[in-house]
């Protein structure tokens, strides 16, 4: 991993860049548009993202991998509507396959894609005529997919939700519509799920066992805390939070507690993932502090909190 980590230096320096305080790299695809929502491969070989073609959350979006090693990319899914992977558990060792939703017609609805896939190689899940499924990923097995609903044509209303992998039509809402949770992600030991939940004023992060008992808040304070998952060992949540004008990402204990900082840099930062091995975290960056305003992020790579 060490040598990875050269390489993403080296990259960075190559093309220029000014160095970040806080020692992140920009991983250098040369592909236009907005890269957004890194996900690790389950060997830390590669990193899978969201491609929006026309700027932050503006698409099409396409799926994309980046080989660490021979900084290769292929294009995984594109078929000109929003397909997007949310970061953390959406690539699975188990069923070696990649979970994202998609904009098709009808509406959003969550497909798969083998992961040595191409273009044309997915299919659908989920099915149903009156609710969207979005942000979607496994449980560590591949025996679950877990994933935010909410009615067609309603924000603000989502449900986490979950479905047997081999009947993804048996959905069971693991919260309500009252709680407006969304981005759920599963431990690596299966025995917990973080999400974020809006409490009236902000966003703020809990978990709650697979069967959607013992919701538990973890995080509080000022600023919206967002795009949470795991470390690899399930003791930490990452997550982005913006406490003052920009965003940063920050580490907390699964239990709750003092949250430690992670990147110190003029910029929005968000969307975490932390590596397999526990020794890196990719997320996606710009150095505006509203990414909706910027020309769209890039991804970069820092060293994890030890």
Not at 97 to 115: G, K, N, Q, T, V
């Amino acid at each position: 991993m060490r040598a990875i980590g050269l390489l993403l230096l080296a990259v960075s320096v190559a093309c220029g860049e000014a160095a970040r305080p806080d020692g992140a790299t920009r991983i250098e695809t040369h592909h236009e548009g907005s890269l957004q929502n890194p996900v690790w491969s389950p060997d830390g070989g590669s990193i899978l993202f969201t491609r929006f073609r026309n700027g932050y959350n503006d698409g099409p979006a396409d799926l994309l991998v980046f080989d660490l090693s021979t900084k290769r990319i292929r294009v995984v899914v594109s078929d000109g509507s929003d397909n997007v992977c949310l970061p953390g558990t959406s690539w699975n060792v188990m069923r070696r396959a990649i979970i994202f939703s998609s904009s098709r017609e009808p509406h959003d609805e969550l497909y798969i894609i083998d992961e040595v896939g191409r273009p044309g190689d997915e299919r659908r899940m989920t099915n149903r005529e009156d609710e969207v499924a979005y942000e979607p990923t496994w449980s560590p097995d591949g025996a679950w997919i877990l994933f935010e609903s909410h009615p067609l044509d309603v924000e603000g209303r989502g449900v986490i939700c979950k479905a047997p992998f081999e009947r993804p039509r048996e959905v069971t809402a693991l919260t309500e519509e009252g709680e407006a949770a969304r981005q759920p992600n599963w431990a690596p030991a299966g025995d917990r799920i973080v999400y974020q939940r809006h409490d009236g004023e902000g966003w703020e992060l809990w978990t709650m066992k697979p069967d959607g008992s013992g919701k538990t808040q973890v995080t509080s304070g000022e600023g919206d805390k967002t795009d949470a998952s795991f470390s690899p060992d399930g003791a930490r949540i990452v997550y982005s939070m913006d406490p003052e004008d920009d965003a940063d990402l920050y580490a907390i204990p699964v239990s709750g507690g003092e949250p430690v900082r992670i990147t110190r840099a003029p910029a929005y930062d968000g969307a975490p993932s932390w590596s397999p091995d526990g020794k890196r975290i990719a997320f996606e960056s710009c150095p505006q502090s509203d990414p909706d305003e910027s020309t769209g992020t890039q991804i970069w790579v820092i060293d994890a909190p030890r």
